[in-house]
């Protein structure tokens, strides 16, 4: 997707294992968005980022965190892996703020944690 | 119960059939309603946007909300096979940050 890459795009790792997923965007955008998917339950917001240094908890932050040292790169960890953690992660980008805007999603990684 | 529900499908229509999709929502205060698509692997895209009550349309696509009823719509014409896809409706209040999504109804168009 243009302005925005994900990093791996796929991933197996083990269960306690650290995992850091990367999320870069050309846009020079303020706002970056963390999202996981999985079947049945849709999108939800993991962490966001409103500038940077600037993050937030979105609703399901549990296990974990995030980092924004710089405008284009948004970093997810998840501290140690959990097989509940095997699921198709999105980053997401925006202008404003503001969910009416509209948001600019990356390709996903799909992550499998054994 | 979900804040959005939204039917999985899948949803298989002919080439050129009308389709209609269709979210419920609990939350009275949403005010922006979103219809997004994805495509097989890939993240999703918005597709159409739509404030408060009313009706708009793009090209073959129209969105459909109905704020008495809690109920959004979005209505494809002239389907084609390239229109095959999950189709995710999202909507927020006056809460920034945070869109609430639905899990997405796959549709598929039949040549």
């Known amino acids: 997707d243009a302005g925005i890459t994900q990093s791996p795009r796929h991933k197996v790792t083990e269960t306690g294992t650290p995992v850091t997923l990367r999320c870069h965007q050309t846009?020079?955008?303020?706002?970056m968005y963390w999202y996981r998917q999985d079947p049945g339950h849709g999108l939800r917001l993991i962490h966001y980022s409103y500038g940077v240094k600037d993050t937030d908890k979105g609703e399901v932050s549990d296990g974990y965190s995030v980092s924004r040292s710089k405008t284009e790169d948004f970093l997810l960890t998840l501290e140690s892996a959990t097989s509940s953690q095997t699921s198709v992660y999105f980053c997401?980008?925006?202008?404003?703020?503001?969910?009416?805007?509209?948001?600019?999603f990356g390709s996903g990684t799909r992550l499998t944690v054994v | 119960q979900k804040e959005v529900e939204q039917d999985p499908g899948p949803l298989s229509v002919p080439e050129g059939a009308i389709v209609s999709l269709n979210c419920t929502y609990s939350?009275?205060?949403?005010?922006?309603f979103m219809w997004y698509r994805q495509y097989s692997r890939k993240g999703p895209e918005l597709l159409m946007y739509?404030?408060s009550s009313g009706n708009k349309e793009d090209g073959r696509f129209t969105a459909q909300v109905d704020k008495s009823s809690k109920y959004i719509s979005l209505f494809i014409r002239d389907s084609q096979p390239s229109d095959s896809a999950t189709y995710l409706c999202a909507m927020s209040g006056t809460s920034n940050y945070q869109l609430i999504w639905g899990a997405g109804t796959k549709l598929i168009i039949k040549p």
């Open positions: 846009e020079n955008h303020r706002y």
């Open positions: 939350n009275s205060a949403f005010q922006y």
């Open positions: 997401a980008i925006s202008e404003k703020g503001g969910a009416n805007y509209g948001y600019t």
């Open positions: 739509t404030y």
